[in-house]
């Protein structure tokens, strides 16, 4: 067992635990996690579920052969989708909201910033978001392609410090357990070698896109970013007692670097800044001795052409002070700059949030 503790987690379900028989939605496995759910958010921390099952939940409702085609999929995940929320829907009492998406979702800048920005929303509203791939419009050069690796994105756009994978299996083995019963459970692995690839192998339980290769894949963009991840057996409802008390049975993968450093080194040394604002002495105070996010007020001047997402330099006196992405592009910034935020949606007709650049999107100088 190894202690961990979070703040903000992604919870990756995958179908064989939505669907167990492969056909349809079953909430045998999903009470155990709905209670831990439950009581982290009491606990005052932050979940979000990103959760598979969708195609597995609509097949038995699409006539098909033995290999469904392409288009019998996309139907079956349109009936499931709303078999797979509803299954969740009935374990909470509050809102759950879904979300659907794409591999174009998460690369196109402006739709990043509004997945973003809606998921911080949702959180403070304090409704649970259940992200899934929108596998009814994607195809296969579209997708991300499994729910391993768009929890590990959703992690990322989340800004979550952790990403729990309820699996079928305990964890991460030296070999197949199902095939050498001499394997044994890693329980933290400290980087992800190649040798740690190799452990993976090829896609396991029928019902699933994954196996231990796309989790593989998906803890080491996480351990990049300074996110941790845990992979868990789902089945075994004892697994979230335990993880509720910081514990991990399964395998837990350290990342290698802080997520602070992680994301002020992106934004500094990664991302070019398209442009820059020039604030006054007040946001510069508020800045770098309370570390508030920057708001239009305190915007004297932008330069340069950028689109919302984009990152920019802050400067002040003609000195680079910090890097930050923008939450407004700069046609609108120019309109609402030295401005109330009260006025944004007044002047602009929309808001997408009281600051110019957020906090946890900004890095000093
Ligand atoms: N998005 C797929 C579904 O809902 C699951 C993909 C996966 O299992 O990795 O059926």
Redesign the pocket.
Known sequence: MRSFSWRRAVIKV??SLIAPNNNQCSPLYLQAIAQFIMSSRAAGKEVILV???????GRGKISHKHRPSIAEKQAM?AI??MH?MANWAALFDFDCAQILLTADDLQNRTRYVNIKNTLRELLKNHALPIV??N?TVATAELKV????N?AAYTALVAEADTLIICSDIDGLFTDNPRTNPAAQLVGQVDAITPAIHALAGGAGSV????GMR?KIQAAEKCAKSGIQTLIVNGRRSEVFSQLAEGQCSGTLFVPTQTRQRARDAWLKHSLNSKGSIVIDEGAKRALLEKGASLLPSGIIAVQGKFVAGEAVNIEFNQQLIAKGLVLYNAVDLQQIKGLKSSAIEATLGFSVGEAAIHRDDLVLI
Not at 145 to 148: A, S
Request: no cysteine.
């Open positions: 995958g179908s959760s598979s099952g969708s195609v597995a939940a995940a499931g989708q797979m899934n791939e596998d392609g499994d729910n391993d768009l019902v699933g896109t994954g796309t």
